[in-house]
């Protein structure tokens, strides 16, 4: 195992890739660090403990828990991989997508470009509909408000950090797919999942320690 180890990182070529896709996975935790502007965290944090065994708690798991602290990449990798998936079936029943498809490196490229769009879109979308669903939201204990000063200024505020944040996401996604190791959009899942695993694991031993 560690001559293993050794040996990969023996080739500088491989050293380079590895340390490159570390780096970025650091910035990407980064991020798990900033707040959108507006929003309560207190509040939000009781709200999120109340919905963790729901499926807002599923998708928190995959953003690393970005969505349950309303940080700037809350939205995670999710808008990228819903416009891939849209691209897909479209490819199948569109024509000109269709087309796109069989010319090789020039096709494919369009392709992506039509994905960053969407993502870009899909995340607009999102965001919207997150700050209006933060807005309505309150604590149970006390009836705290998660969002500050709600109205049509924090809603943009919120659609441009989370978009500008999703973007930057799937920037990094493709930057370790082209100059790192593997494929950038499931090792950002991976490192989100496994960021959230110690918390989960000593709430799992809590809740059977109480029974």
């Known amino acids: 195992m560690l001559d293993s180890l050794k040996n990969v990182f023996a080739i500088p070529e491989l050293r380079k890739r590895i340390l490159f896709t570390f ?9 798990h660090h900033i707040t959108t502007p507006g929003v309560n965290t207190e509040a939000l944090l009781i709200v ?14 995959f953003s690393g828990g970005n969505l349950s602290q309303a940080t700037i990449f809350a939205l995670g990798v999710m808008p990228y991989i819903s416009a891939s ?16 498809s069989k010319e090789g490196e020039l096709g494919r490229r369009k392709i992506t470009q039509y994905t960053r769009y969407g993502t870009i879109l899909l995340a607009v979308v999102q965001s919207l509909a997150l700050a209006y669903t ?34 930057f996401v799937m920037w990094l996604g493709e930057q ?17 999942i496994i960021a959230g695993l110690p918390a989960g694991a000593l709430s799992l031993l809590e809740q059977l320690r109480t029974g």
């Open 134 to 167: 933060l807005e309505y939201q309150t604590s149970a204990v006390g009836g705290l408000p998660i969002v500050y000063n709600p109205g049509w200024t924090f809603r943009l505020m919120t659609v441009l950090t989370l978009t500008a944040g999703t973007t």
């Open 23 to 31: 780096a970025l996975l650091g910035v990407f935790r980064v991020g």
């Open 48 to 61: 999120s403990e109340q919905a963790k065994n729901t499926m807002f708690g599923l998708y928190d798991m």
């Open 176 to 192: 370790i797919t082209e100059r790192g190791i593997g494929n950038g959009m499931s090792l950002l899942i991976f490192a989100g």
């Open 85 to 100: 998936i849209i691209l897909q079936l479209l490819t199948v029943v569109w024509p000109y997508l269709e087309r796109l």
